[in-house]
Each structure stands twice: as structure tokens, then as C-alpha cells.
């Protein structure tokens, strides 16, 4: 019997009861830390971009891209979160005088600078 294509690339076939079920390995993948911007990336990728999701999975590149996604959105999240103080003159003087009101606008800068990183880089 004549080899298939398949097999003439290096694939190779397991027998399941009467059926050949080809082997199909996945490239290895070196696994880098994914953070919280990169989880939220992979889930709106499987529920909205299935084709890239697929295609990233497949090719082993996924983990190395969602790792680099994470890295970006970090990145910008915390460039964001100093530029917002400076503007808005968030500095460690009130933080001493009023606690509570430091920790109101910080927890409202962060929640603008996190919708902007999820603007740009996350569901982009």
C-alpha cells in the first residue's frame, strides 16, 4: 500500500479497533507567566476571534503571544496611572493628610486606566 501524504511528511497513524486515527502532536511551547490582561485577552479571543485563537493555538504561539500582550497592557496600565496622578495631582502629601480620599481617586484612576488598556490592547 502506497504511503498517504500524511505519512510522507513524518505523520504517523494509531489504530482504534477498526479505524487509523492519525497521531497529531502539538509544537512544544516554552510557557511564560500569563497575568490577569492576558487571561482577559485569551477569553475574548475564544469568544470573538476563534479563527486567530485556533490558528495561535496550532502553532504553538499562543502562550508566547498572550505573555506578550500581558507585558504591553501593563506596561500602558501603569504608564496610565502615573500620568493621571501627575494631572491630577495625586501625591503622597495627601495620602498622609487623607487617606481615604487618596485611596478614592486612586481606585478611580486605576478603573479609567484599566477600561483605556481594554480599549486598546485588550479587545482591539
Known amino acids: 500500500m502506497e504511503k498517504t501524504i500524511f505519512e510522507k511528511i513524518g505523520g ?58 500581558d507585558r504591553q497592557a501593563q506596561k500602558r496600565f501603569y504608564r496610565l496611572i502615573e500620568g493621571m496622578k501627575q494631572a491630577q495631582g495625586i501625591t503622597e502629601h495627601l495620602k498622609e493628610e487623607n487617606a481615604l480620599e487618596w485611596v478614592q481617586h486612586l481606585n478611580n484612576i486605576r478603573a479609567c486606566a484599566r477600561e483605556i488598556v481594554n480599549e486598546e490592547i485588550i479587545y482591539a
Do not use: M, W
Request: zero cysteines; charged letters at 25%; hydrophobic letters at 30%.
Open 12 to 69: 504517523k497513524f494509531e489504530r482504534q479497533g477498526d479505524y487509523l486515527i492519525p497521531r497529531l502532536t502539538l509544537p512544544p511551547e516554552k510557557e511564560q507567566p500569563i497575568g490577569f490582561f492576558g487571561r482577559q485577552h485569551l477569553d475574548y479571543l475564544k469568544q470573538y476571534r476563534k479563527v486567530t485563537y485556533t490558528n495561535l493555538f496550532t502553532s504553538g504561539k499562543l502562550n508566547a503571544y498572550l505573555a506578550d500582550i
